[in-house]
């Protein structure tokens, strides 16, 4: 007979009356003082479940020596020994549940990598089912109601190796660029800022029945002007030639924000957003020079606002949903839906830092987060407005972001400190719809009731426009700062320079 814990013939052997197995008798009363329970069926076990086996001959264990003598070191020796096999025997058994444990976990892990696998297939198949269906027709129609609901519910929260290399090397490439930068010598200096008027004037945009320019950019030329109005068109304006180009209507609520993707080529793709909860991405062709590439639906609520990635090769949108999207231009697939589950009151303005890592996005519960591209996490979180942001823009060094909101207030912020450094208080009643920095970081523009022009480091007025006849919702400096253009709901557009 062997007893159960040890393997060795027991000098005192018990039995327990639950499971049957044989012990010795000090081994496992010392078990049941640990852990009250048998150790080889793991059922609750006491002292008094055990019955002692009388032998024949009855051994009698001598008494105990001291260490003084080799039988004292033998018994001392046995001693260790049984503490050393009571401690194997139990790291034995904890070591088979971990591996039970771990073995399952892994189960469950492959099949719901499987089952997320088979659900993004899905997914992926019937958006590019109803992008071919909405081009062919046409047509701007939402999606089914299910299917954006499931859209809603998921978070994609990795980036392909080969895109963050890309953000990684244009980071890298443009941060180098902007050390030490300073503006050329015959840059627009302070005192031709201050002799600025409106120089001339682009009027009749868009329709009159729902009058307003919504949104406004430039492309790299500066010939082509690309605006979105309350009429729900999308235009493009060419300087030259002195009238719309193209007039692209689609959408089928206003538009709320347009972008051109900046690069340097005659005919710059463009993308436009807008309050029917869709991003259009435009390229040449079709009858009216530009047809819809890509029509995306990839939020539940209104598209506030857009920002394409210093790369070119990529954009974000955002809206009153709590979600911000990233995509690839060429597919028009979102790599990221990221949902914001601090706010309820959705995503109101947008921008990316110059180097493109991270993303600056106002919320319409006053404040503003600093997203970390690559991780999707916040970086930092700035409070301090008590009305919803309208508008954000970081200087072009990336160390300053300038934030307003509908309590007329313009916050400067260092990005370095965290801090915010400047508060302006406009006038009462002041809304501010537009905010942007010169190519250098050496003035600020602020466009809402008026246009006013502010000294970026410290915030000093250097003037103000009062042409317009209504709101300006959108703002952008020529390279060398020496015009300043002006878009708002007056549907015309203004240039101010020297």
Partial sequence: MFCAISGESPEHPVVSVKSGNLFEKRLIVKYIGDHGKDPVTGEDLTVDDLIELK??????????????????????LQNEWDSVMLESFTLKQQYQQVRQELSHALYQNDAAARVIARLKKERNAAREALANVQAHLGTTSAPAPVEEKTETMEVDGALPEEVVAKINETSETLSQGRRKRKPPTDY??????????????????HSSRTPGITAVDVDVTGKLILTGGNDKKVQVYNRDEEKVVVDLPGHTKKVTSVKF?????????????SADKHVRVWTEGGAKGYHTAHNIS??????????????KDYFVSAGLDNKWAFYDFENGKSFIEAIDTETEAGYTALDF??????????????????????????????????????????????????????????KIWDLRKLANTKTFTLDEGYKVQSLSFD??????????????ILKAKDGSPITTFTDNTAEVTGLKWAPGADSLLAAGLDRTIRYFGA
């Fill in 55 to 76: 032998t024949n001959p009855e051994t009698i264990k001598p008494r105990p020596p001291k260490l003084s003598s080799v039988p004292s070191i033998l018994s001392a």
């Fill in 188 to 205: 627009t200096s302070l005192e031709t800022i201050k002799t600025f008027t409106q120089t001339s004037t682009i009027p009749s945009l």
């Fill in 261 to 273: 993707r900046g690069q340097d080529v005659e005919k710059d793709v463009f993308v436009s957003a």
């Fill in 298 to 311: 990839a939020h539940t609520a209104d598209v506030t606002a857009l920002a394409i990635h210093p790369s």
């Fill in 353 to 410: 830092h110059p180097d493109g890592m991270i993303l600056g996005a106002g919320t319409g519960d006053s404040v503003v987060r600093i997203w970390d591209v690559k991780s999707q996490t916040v970086a930092a979180s700035f409070s301090g407005h008590t009305g919803k942001i309208s508008a954000l823009a970081f200087s072009e060094n990336g160390y300053i972001l300038a934030t307003a909101s509908e309590d007329n207030l313009v």
């Fill in 439 to 452: 190519n250098y970081g050496q003035y600020l523009a602020i466009g809402g009731t008026d246009v006013r």
